[in-house]
C-alpha cells in the first residue's frame, strides 16, 4: 500500500499585530490608527487594556499549540474589540486570529467566517493595512488547501504575494508567503515550481538575523520533503532532525508541529528499510497528536494512515486495518466523502480488507 500522503506539510503563518500599541507589520503604529484611539470613553480604554492582554494570551496559547485555549481567550478578546465598532483593526486582528485557530483544529467552515471578516474588516482600513491583508489572504489561502480546493488555494497565495513583493522591507513576511506556495506546490508534485522556490525561502531566512527558530524549523521541514522525494535521503534526514531539533528548544517535546516533523522523518526512515525506527517514530507522533489536537483532527488521520501502512509493510495487517478504519472515520467527520484525503484512505483500507481476504483463503 502506498504512503499516499505521507506528510502534513507545514504552512507558515503571517502574524498579524496583536496590539494595536505596538508597532505593526505596516509600519503604523497606534498613533496613526484612525479608529478609535483618540478620545476614547472609559469603557474603551478599558477595553483596550483588556484586549490587548487577551491577545498576548492568546498568541501565546496557540503558539504553544493549546488551540481550544485560545479559541476561548480570543472570544472574550473579540467581544473587547466590538466595542470600537465593527470596522476597527482590533475586530480585524482578533477574527484573523481566531480563523486561525480553528483552521488548527480542522473547522473549516468557522476558519472561512472569520477570515472572510477580517478581510472584509481590513478592506475599510484607512489608510491601508496591505501587510495585514496579505496575512489574511494567506490564511484564507490555507484553508483552501486544507479542504482540497488547490486552485483557490494557488490563486490566493499568489495574491498574498503580489502584495508583499511590493514592500521590500518585509523579506521575512515574503519569505513566508513564498514557502506557503511552494508546500502547495510540493503537495501536488510539482518540484519544477516547489524548489525554486523553496531554495529563495530558504536564502532569505539564514541572511536574517531576525528569522524565528520556528519559521526556520517550519522552512527546513518544507524542503526536506523535496529532498525525500528526489531521493536524497541523508539530506532529507539532516534536516528534518535540525528542524525538531529547533522546535522542541523552542517549544517542547509534546508540540504538534514536533509530531509533524516527526511522521515527515518517520517516511525517511521507512524509505530506507528502518520500519522498526519508523513504528516508532509514528506511535510518538499519534500520541502527541491526540494530547494536543484532539481525536478528531485531520493530522492525527495523517499519522494514524502512515502507521496503518507502516504495520502493513510489517505485514501486521489487523493492526493495519485498526488504524486505517480510525483514520478514514475522521476524514470523512472531518472533510465529507469526496476529499482527496477521504479518497485515499478508502482505498488504502479497501485494499488492506482485500490482503486480510486473501490471507485467510
Known sequence: ?????????????????????????????????????????????????????????????????????????????????????????????????????????????????????????????????????????????????????????????????????????????????????????????????????QERVLSIYESSPKTSPRDMAICLNNIAESYRYQKQNDKARSSFERAIKLMVDKYGADHPTVATFKDNLSAVLKDEGKLAEAEKLEGDVCRIYRNTLGNNHPDLAIALHNLANLYASMGNNAKAIECEREALSIFEKAFGPTHPLTVQSKSAMLELSRNADNSNK
Open 1 to 197: 500500500m502506498d504512503r499516499a500522503f505521507a506528510t502534513a506539510l507545514l504552512f507558515v503563518s503571517l502574524m498579524l499585530p496583536t496590539a494595536v500599541g505596538a508597532q505593526s507589520q505596516d509600519g503604523a503604529d497606534s498613533k496613526s490608527n484612525p479608529k478609535g484611539d483618540v478620545n476614547l470613553t472609559e469603557e474603551q480604554k478599558q477595553a483596550s487594556v483588556s484586549w490587548n492582554v487577551a491577545m498576548t494570551l492568546a498568541k501565546q496559547a496557540m503558539l504553544n499549540g493549546k488551540f481550544v485555549d485560545a479559541q476561548t481567550i480570543l472570544k472574550t478578546a473579540l467581544t473587547e474589540a466590538r466595542k470600537f465598532g465593527p470596522s476597527n483593526f482590533r475586530v480585524a486582528v482578533t477574527t484573523w486570529e481566531l480563523a486561525q485557530s480553528h483552521k488548527e483544529r480542522g473547522e473549516y467552515k468557522e476558519a472561512q467566517e472569520d477570515v472572510a471578516e477580517a478581510l472584509h474588516v481590513l478592506e475599510e482600513q484607512k489608510p491601508p493595512r496591505p501587510m495585514a491583508y496579505a496575512g489574511a489572504l494567506n490564511t484564507l489561502a490555507s484553508i483552501h488547501k486544507e479542504q482540497g480546493q488547490y486552485d483557490e488555494a494557488e490563486k490566493t497565495y499568489q495574491k498574498a504575494i503580489a502584495i508583499l513583493e511590493k514592500n521590500d522591507g518585509e523579506k521575512l513576511a515574503l519569505a513566508a508567503g513564498l514557502d506557503n506556495l511552494g508546500v502547495l506546490y510540493q503537495k501536488r508534485q510539482m518540484f519544477d515550481k516547489a524548489i525554486p522556490i
